[in-house]
Structure formats: structure tokens, C-alpha cells
């Protein structure tokens, strides 16, 4: 039965936009497309390869400003981002991994944030390329969200597929063996150097393609947004930890996961605390709807903290310990 | 010439409060190897305390320093002791899982202290706020001039604590090497979290100090966190010394790239460093200095 | 034939030579030991050859080629396998996939990397525990597991370092039947041991060094009847008896 959950869950994604009609399920959705796309890179860099990316969003940003930048700059479709975002995020990675993965330890972890924030500050203060804050705005192609569905269910499925397929095959063995132990790799015949560049370029491919997707979707960007450290990097971390460290699938359930916690946040969960209001008129309730609402980044904070303490290999990774923690009647009568 | 002394004083005036910064920094990545991605948010907090007790109690913030080290100290020793030491029992594939930790629990510090505070900007404003006084054509700002001595003291307490003292000589025998210290029976778990709350009181003595002559809001702290990163870099992962080389490195690059690139780069400085760092001398200071 | 040799190698830590002027020839097919006290410098030659230091001063040749400034993938690649005294398996990774990883040094395919795994693992004696977690292994099963490794890499030169130490005596006889039978098949070994009984009786020729210096070398009989290795390491050692 496991063998065919993939695809069960591919058949109701696909026909998931013709049987619910409402935009608003239909945009949740292809969000969580996208991010199964960024989980699925960082997975490669992070989970696998166990060189732990602080930065996503730069790979994020640059993808999606490749796009951008494509539609107001060159009058071409947006369309077109889709076609080199995905190189333009390597052109930013390979320049930096090849100076950070000459050094081990935290340096790559602390680069990759730098990294980050440098390329937000470029966005932000080059403004005659970027528009700096003002940002960018495009005309959406579609009206339909239906299109922008079916485009980010192919991307996350490529990437899904891709993730399997290099993990199956030598490039995996020996992403695993760099993250095991890179001595033993080094002695292995693994040009350890070498293959953390593929990890990382495969890696700032997907999250550059996610890049693009999102700037064709949204129709508008700014340094803030894509190269955001807490909406981007840190919650593609989340993605790719509340999902499974290292699984193919992990990035799928997390990104199920961390767009629905986003939402929930956001929406006052699920506008529960607004509704209460409405009903008792309560003042206080009014404003612990309102705060809600804006804290979405303290429900995220928290999150990372009790995720790493409980669950540090993911819903996925941690399976067994959950169903052990959940069902304890079944382990005392294995037990007795 | 004198825009030239006049930043290369301002320079080293902030580096003086960087060094305080990247010191805490160094100390907690020398015992637990790990970077401590709160530090910013950990000042930020010490800030708003001192912040308090200035505006609900009229307490100067000087004085607030002897309220903000010890509650920042017990701060940094909580964290420690309940969110990161019982990492070190859970199986993790991720190696960098506690310094994700501190980035979570830097978000969740940033944001209680928006519930608190609002994100308006505050300020503390004193007498001495605005005060200058002159040597030759240069300006000191005196609330500045102030707290570099207090750093410097503080940074000498340090090293005499670090070397003179039991808990000390046990701090710096855990982080040359924590299985020999343990087999000497020093209770590395206690070392840790006196060392984080060390370092946490620190990073509070350089806030409190900043705030005279700062302004202040929740996110104040991302920034410092970088720049306590590109110091701790710059000094050579752990080392104390080279902390301080690394603080007044990074005060005296950002001050003359303030002046002569521009105030928009401020941010930009630090990291620009990191790189040429990461570029030109992995390892930092400590590799020239090999202290 | 000589197969690898080194000459006049050096390595400075700090001021400290850990290697001073250390040369030896190792002759195709044999077993050829390497002996001194704690901290003589033995696993520290291991190191230079596989360039996890680079050498102070010296040259490696291994058939006829200066490898001393290959990289340590690339030492594996040109043919020298090692394994480590203090064992580094891929812990969360099984048994089979370890040696996986290691088969990909010489073939292309999962097919044929999973084909040479299988038959290394048979070879050495740990096919009964490929579906285990590496880490999960006991400790002579690890250094059992270092080894398979290094063979799926199809070495010319096996550098084993500490093999046999903390063995239970069945399986240091274990031990002992895997070198010899490594070495049947071909390849040359160098091995650094403690244990006198593994390294007496199974090298061709031992070279005894102490504070980084050659201090004896020659057949095991002429190295153990050498005064200076015996005052300096197994003097030392059988006084304590």
C-alpha cells in the first residue's frame, strides 16, 4: 500500500483545482506546491549532503527576480524566468560554495545567512536595476488560478522525481557519505568539495525555479519578500525538518504542514478568535485576534524550538517514534 | 585629517562595545562549538530591560546595568539549560540542530518583546545623551567614551576571571577540549550554562551601554547578531583575544565605511568583511595571532 | 618490485617533528608492518600518505608516480585504501550501503557497485550483517567494516592502522586469516599494530620507528632482536609483565 501513497496522492493533486472550485483552497495549494519544490532543495543541500543552508531565500530571491527583472526590464513574459531562474540561483551558489566549502564547521551555515542578507541589501540598494523597495509588479498572465496550479504540481513533482532519481544513483551514495563523515568519504575516493557543489547547485536550481514560480503567481515582489530570512530561509528549514530530514517525501508532508500552520497564524487561526469576538463582542478578544494574526513569526519561533527538541528528523524521520509515543498499548503488548 | 580622526575615534569608541559583544560570542562558541545566532536578540532583550526600569522606575541606565547583567545571566543560563543541553540527547541527523535552536528562539525573543513594547522606536534619553566634549578639533561623545571604559573594564574582569578563578580555568579547560576536562571532573553541563550565562550578561553590558546614545526596537537584534558573527569570525571561531582584535576591526570599518562610502553600506560592511575573511584568512586573527 | 615507497619524509606540527627523515620501500605483495611506541608517528605517516596532512618535506611514490600532492579522494583513486584506528563508519547508513558508497570509487552503475558490494561483503566475511545500521555494529564488526570498505575500492595498497585493537582473541585470529587472505588476493598491505602477535607474525618485513625516527627495520626475528626496539618499545613493555 505504501508503494502507491505517491501516486493516490498525485491523482487527488491533479484532481484537486476540478473538483474544488474555491481560489482561495486552490491558492493555499499551489503554495504548497512551491514549497515542496524549496523543501525538496533544501533537503538535497541540508538533509542529505548535511551541509545545513541558512540562506534558501537568496537562491528564493534571485530566481524570482530573474523573472521579474526578464518581464520590466526586457519586456519579455515572465514566462522566460522559468527558463533561466533556475541557472541564474547557480551562478549566485557556485561563487559561494566554492568559498565556503573549503572551510568545515559552522562557516557554511554562517555564510549561507550572510549570503542572505547580502543579496538583500543588493536588492534593496540597487535601486536603478531592482527598484529597491518599491519592487517589482507584473501583469498576471492567467485570471484562473487553475493554470498556476497545474505549472507548480509539475515543478513539485520534477523536483520530487529529481530528488529520488539522484539519491538513488552514485551522487547520493555519496551525499550521504560527506554527511555520515567526511573523512571517511575523503578516504573513500569522494572529492568531497566537489560533489557538496552539486549538492548545493541541484539545490539553488529548485529553489531558483520555486523563485520564478513565485513571481509569475504573486505578480509582484520586493527584497522584503523573497529575500525574507524568517518567511524564506527559516521556513524553509521548517519545511524541510517538521517533513523529514533526509526522506524523499519529508518536504511534501512538511510543506503540508508549514503552509497550513502559516495559514493559521495568519488567519487568526482559521479566524476563530475574530468569530469568538463577533459572537461576545469582547474587547479583549478583538485584540488577541489582532495579535494573532501579526504573530505568525513567534508561532514560527516556537515552532523551531519544539520541533528540534521533539521531532529533529521530521514527521517522516521520527515516524516510529511517533506511532510509539501515540499507540503506547501496542508497545506494552509487545512488551509482555 | 579631521574627518579622518574624527572616525577613526568613533570607530574605536564602538568597537570598544563590539569587542564586549564578540567576547560573549566567542565564549559560548569556544565551550559548546556552536554559534549562537540569539546574541543580537539576547542584547535586544537586556535593551528593553534597562529600557523599563529607566522610563516605569527613572533608574539610569548605568544603574540598570546591575539590573540587566544578572537578568540577562539568568536568561542566557535557562536557555541553556532547557533548550539547548537536552539537544545533546536527542539523535538528530542535522548537525547544526542548536544553532537552528538559537535562531528559533532568537524569533520567539524578537517577538515577545513586540507584544510587549510595540514596534515603536524607543530611546532612552539622558543628560549625558547628547553630550560632547572636545580634544582638539575632535568631538567624544561622552556617553560613549563612558561606556568604552566600562568595556575595557569589564573585558580586564573577564581575563582576570578566566584565569584566576576555578569556574574560569574550568570555562577555557572545556573548550580546548571537553572529554579531557570531563575526565578531570569538571561538570561540563554546569560550564555550559554558566558560560552561556556569561556570555549572555555580556552582550547586556554592551546593550545597556549602547542605549544612551541608540534607539531601540524588536528587530534591532538581527543586526547584531551579525555583526557578533562577522567579529567572532574575524577573531577566529573561540577565541577571546581575537574577539577583541575582531570588534575593533569591524567598530573601525563600519565607522569609515559610514564616512567615506556611505551610511546606506552600514550593514553592508560587515558582511562584505565576512567575506574577504572567509576569502583571504580562514581561521581569523587567531591564524596570525595564534592566541 | 617496488610498489611504494617514501623518502625522507617529514611533517612538523608547530615546532614538534612528529616524522623526522623517515624513509622505506614496500615491496609488491607484501605485508609490511609498522611498529613504534604511543606517539611514534606511525598513524601520522598514514596521514601524509593519504593526505589528510600535507608533508613538511619528502616524497610518496606509489608505481613510480609522485602522489604526495594528490588529495586524499584522489590518493583512493589511485589505488590506496585505508581504514582508520579510530573507526569512522557512515553510522546511519547500513552495512551494504556503506560499501556501496565505497564500490562507486571504481564503477559507474548502482547496478555494478551493488554487485561489488555484495561480493567484497562476502569476501570479507560480513555479508550476514549487510542490512544492518552501521552503527549499531560491535566494534570488531566496525573495524571488520573499515576494511570491507577499503577493499570495495579495489586497492593495489592497503593501509590498515590499528586493525586489531580492542579484539576479543577468536576474533583477532579472525582478524589476522582477513589480512592474510587480503593479501592472496594481491594486494600489498601496510599495517600499523600494536598487538606484537598480529604484527610478528604476519608481516614480511616490520620498520620500527620512535619520535618520528627510523630507529630499526628487516625481518620480524632482526627488528624484535634489535637492542634499540627492544629498549625503546618492547623493553619498556615486557618490564611491566
Known amino acids: ?74 519586456g519579455l513574459s515572465a514566462w522566460w524566468g522559468m527558463a533561466f531562474g533556475g541557472f541564474t540561483a547557480m551562478a549566485v551558489a557556485f561563487p559561494f560554495g566554492w568559498i565556503c566549502f573549503r572551510l568545515r564547521g559552522a562557516y557554511f551555515a554562517l555564510a549561507s545567512l550572510a549570503l542572505n542578507e547580502i543579496c538583500r541589501h543588493i536588492a534593496t540598494i540597487w535601486e536603478d536595476l531592482t527598484e529597491g523597495m518599491a519592487g517589482i509588479l507584473i501583469m498576471p498572465t492567467f485570471l484562473s488560478k487553475i493554470p498556476y496550479y497545474y505549472i507548480a504540481l509539475a515543478l513539485a513533482v520534477l523536483s520530487v522525481v529529481m530528488v ?130 501579526q504573530a505568525h513569526v513567534l508561532g514560527f519561533g516556537i515552532l523551531v524550538v519544539v520541533v528540534i527538541l521533539v521531532l529533529p528528523n521530521g514527521i517522516v524521520g521520527d515516524w516510529n517514534k511517533i506511532i510509539r509515543k501515540l499507540v503506547p498499548m501496542k508497545n506494552k503488548g509487545v512488551a509482555t | 585629517m579631521e574627518v579622518f580622526l574624527q572616525t577613526l575615534v568613533a570607530g574605536i569608541l564602538k568597537g570598544g562595545l563590539y569587542s564586549l559583544i564578540g567576547m560573549g560570542m566567542s565564549m559560548i562558541m569556544g565551550v559548546m562549538k556552536i554559534i549562537n545566532l540569539a546574541h543580537g536578540q539576547l542584547m535586544m532583550v537586556a535593551m528593553y530591560v534597562t529600557f523599563a526600569c529607566f522610563h516605569f522606575l527613572g533608574l539610569d541606565p548605568y544603574l540598570g546595568l546591575f539590573v540587566a547583567m544578572p537578568a540577562l545571566f539568568l536568561l542566557g543560563c535557562l536557555i541553556q539549560k532547557y533548550t539547548l543541553n537536552p539537544l545533546m540527547e536527542v539523535e ?106 556569561l556570555g549572555s550578561a555580556l552582550v547586556a553590558a554592551a546593550g545597556t551601554l549602547l542605549l544612551p546614545v541608540y534607539y531601540l526596537f524588536p528587530d534591532i537584534g538581527g543586526p547584531f547578531t551579525r555583526k557578533a558573527f562577522v567579529i567572532t569570525i574575524l577573531g577566529g571561531l573561540g577565541s577571546t583575544v581575537g574577539a577583541i582584535f575582531g570588534g575593533i576591526t569591524l567598530g573601525l570599518a563600519e565607522a569609515f565605511g559610514a564616512t567615506y562610502i556611505g551610511m546606506a553600506f552600514d550593514d553592508m560592511i560587515g558582511l562584505i568583511i565576512f567575506i574577504l575573511v572567509l576569502l583571504f584568512l580562514p581561521g581569523g586573527f587567531k591564524r596570525l595571532t595564534k592566541i | 618490485m617496488i610498489l611504494f615507497r617514501v623518502e625522507n619524509l617529514i611533517k612538523y606540527f608547530g615546532g614538534l617533528a612528529a616524522v623526522n627523515n623517515v624513509s622505506f620501500e614496500v615491496q609488491k605483495g607484501e605485508i609490511f608492518g609498522l611498529i613504534g611506541p604511543n606517539g611514534s608517528g606511525k598513524t601520522t605517516i598514514f596521514n601524509l600518505i593519504s593526505s589528510y596532512h600535507p608533508v613538511s618535506s619528502g616524497k610518496i611514490y606509489f608505481n613510480d608516480q609522485d602522489i604526495t600532492a594528490y588529495k586524499t579522494h584522489k590518493v583512493c583513486k589511485s589505488g590506496i585504501g585505508r581504514t582508520f584506528q579510530v573507526v569512522k563508519p557512515l553510522g546511519r547508513l547500513s552495512v551494504l550501503d556503506n560499501v556501496i558508497a565505497a564500490a562507486f570509487a571504481k564503477v559507474r552503475t548502482k547496478h555494478e557497485a551493488r554487485d561489488l558490494a555484495l561480493e567484497t561483503l562476502e569476501f570479507c566475511e560480513l555479508a550476514h550483517r549487510k542490512d544492518v545500521i552501521a552503527k549499531s555494529l560491535s566494534i570488531g564488526e566496525r573495524k571488520r567494516l573499515e576494511i570491507t570498505r577499503a577493499m570495495a575500492t579495489k586497492p593495489k595498497l592497503l593501509l590498515l592502522d590499528e586493525t586489531a585493537a580492542g579484539l576479543n582473541p577468536s576474533e583477532l585470529d579472525a582478524a589476522i586469516d ?64
Request: glycine share 10%; no cysteine.
Open chain 2, 92 to 197: 538528530s541527523i542535522l548537525p547544526e540542530n542548536q544553532v537552528l535552536m538559537t535562531v528559533g528562539i532568537g524569533m520567539v525573543l524578537t517577538e515577545i518583546a513586540r507584544f510587549i513594547f510595540t514596534s515603536d522606536y524607543k530611546s532612552v534619553q539622558t543628560s549625558y545623551s547628547g553630550a560632547t566634549f572636545f580634544i582638539g578639533e575632535t568631538s567624544f561623545s561622552v556617553a560613549l567614551v563612558i561606556a568604552f571604559f566600562i568595556a575595557v573594564l569589564f573585558t580586564l574582569i573577564m581575563f582576570w576571571f578566566l584565569t584566576k578563578t576555578d569556574i574560569g580555568r574550568s570555562i577555557r579547560a572545556t573548550a580546548q577540549d571537553k572529554d579531557a576536562a570531563l575526565l578531570m571532573g569538571v561538570d561540563s553541563k554546569r560550564i555550559t550554562i554558566i558560560t552561556f550565562g
Open chain 1, 1 to 74: 500500500m505504501k508503494k502507491y501513497a505517491p501516486f493516490v496522492l498525485l491523482a487527488i493533486l491533479i484532481a484537486f483545482p476540478l473538483v474544488v472550485q474555491n481560489s482561495y483552497y486552490q491558492h493555499l495549494l499551489i503554495l504548497v506546491l512551491m514549497w515542496v519544490v524549496i523543501g525538496s532543495g533544501w533537503n538535497m543541500i541540508a538533509g542529505y549532503t548535511g551541509q545545513v543552508s541558512f540562506g534558501d531565500a537568496a537562491f528564493f530571491g534571485t530566481g524570482a527576480y530573474t523573472a521579474g527583472l526578464i518581464a520590466s526590464k526586457l
Open chain 3, 178 to 241: 582477513l589480512i592474510l587472505k587480503i593479501r592472496d588476493r594481491g594486494v600489498t598491505i601496510i599495517i600499523v599494530e600494536h598487538i606484537m602477535k598480529v604484527i610478528m607474525t604476519i608481516s614480511d618485513r616490520i620498520h620500527a620507528i620512535n619520535f618520528g625516527q627510523t630507529i630499526a627495520q628487516g625481518t620480524p626475528k632482526e627488528v624484535a632482536d634489535n637492542p634499540a626496539v627492544i629498549e625503546a618499545y618492547l623493553g619498556e613493555e615486557y618490564a611491566h609483565r
Open chain 1, 164 to 293: 529520488q532519481i539522484v539519491m538513488n544513483s552514485k551522487w547520493g551514495y555519496y551525499f550521504l557519505s560527506i554527511r555520515e563523515d567526511q573523512d571517511a568519504a575523503e578516504s573513500l575516493g569522494i572529492d568531497t568539495h566537489h560533489y557538496k557543489m552539486i549538492s548545493l547547485n541541484i539545490a539553488a536550481f529548485l529553489t531558483g525555479m520555486a523563485g520564478s514560480l513565485f513571481m509569475n503567481y504573486m505578480g509582484f515582489i520586493d527584497p522584503e519578500v523573497v529575500f525574507s530570512l524568517h518567511d524564506i530561509s527559516i521556513m524553509a528549514i521548517l519545511v524541510g525538518i517538521v517533513g523529514g530530514v533526509g526522506t524523499v517525501y519529508g518536504p511534501v508532508v512538511g510543506a503540508f504542514v508549514m503552509v497550513a500552520v502559516h495559514e493559521f497564524f495568519r488567519t487568526g487561526f482559521f479566524g476563530f478568535f475574530k468569530g469568538l469576538a463577533g459572537l461576545t463582542g469582547s474587547e479583549f478578544l478583538i485584540v488577541v485576534a489582532k495579535y494573532i494574526g
